[in-house]
């Protein structure tokens, strides 16, 4: 009875020390993926400083998060935010797909830029969506007895908040003109099929983040600063288009998938 008491001790301290292992080590391993991955389902530069993660919650810190321009916009980046928070299921943390609790972006900044009838968004929402459907098709299928199954992941909540968008073009030399980024709150991403790749999640997040950039709210703010400072004439009469009309651009120039994603997203958005 006592070598058995041992013995379990023995298998519980073990299994304490993978454990301790596993999430002292996925800072960087969270560091290396988004700095790599990232660029793959942008086209652009996506950088991450830092990430921290408390072994006793599974909690992490995301720090220094920044999302680069496509080719031919001006400005510095399309977003960066200071701290992004993510609550992960550490229990998953060796299984497929891996349960994310909860994303928080905090007060992110996006640089909105318009050029040529287009916009920096709208060019980074089309490259995220052709790479889930280069991903999707690369990605074996659970039956066909193919066992190497890219990972995915499930995120219970995805939540953005107190974020301002600042709208640059040549029209306005130099200025910008700024609006809040109205709260999105996304859930069940990836719940249904049993988990997304990453990009898929990604397109999904991104999707309602050009929505909200596209909003009629926003795009009242600023075509009452464009009118301030007679801008107008340079965009037509009608100033910058509103929130439907803009997302309905990049809707109509998606795939049957990326429709399929976006009429998914009624369920998934909920403004809290």
Do not use: W
Request: zero cysteines; hydrophobic letters at 40%.
């Amino acid at each position: 009875m006592k070598k058995l008491l041992i013995g379990g001790g023995v298998v519980i301290v073990l299994l304490a020390a993978v454990i301790f292992f596993t999430l002292s080590n996925l800072g960087p391993l969270v560091k290396k993926t988004v700095n790599t991955v990232g660029p793959q389902i942008t086209k652009t530069d996506v950088e991450v400083k830092d990430v921290s993660v408390s072994i006793f919650s599974g909690q992490a810190k995301v720090k220094g998060f920044l999302l680069g321009n496509p080719k031919g916009f001006k400005s510095a980046q399309a977003m960066k935010v200071g701290s992004v928070f993510v609550d992960i299921d550490e229990s998953s943390i060796t299984k497929n797909p891996i349960v994310i609790n909860k994303i928080e972006i905090v007060a992110p900044e996006i640089t909105y830029e318009k050029i040529s009838g287009s916009d920096n968004f709208q060019t980074l929402l089309k490259n995220v969506q052709k790479s889930a459907q280069s991903e999707k098709k690369s990605t074996p299928k659970a039956n066909s007895g193919d066992k190497k199954q890219g990972t995915k992941i499930v995120i219970n909540n995805v939540i953005v908040k107190d974020g301002k968008v600042h709208l640059t073009m040549a029209a306005l030399m130099g200025k910008e003109i700024t609006a809040p980024l109205p709260d999105i709150h996304l859930k069940d991403i990836g719940k249904e099929k049993e988990g997304a790749t990453p990009a898929e999640a990604f397109e999904q997040i991104f999707s309602s983040l050009y929505n909200s950039i596209s909003a009629d709210s926003v795009t009242s703010v600023f075509n009452d600063g464009l009118k301030q400072l007679g801008n107008l004439k340079d965009l037509g009469a009608s100033g910058l288009q509103t929130g439907q009309d803009a997302a309905k651009g990049a809707v109509d120039s998606a795939s049957k998938s990326v429709e399929s994603a976006t009429k998914g997203l009624k369920s998934l958005f909920n403004k809290d």
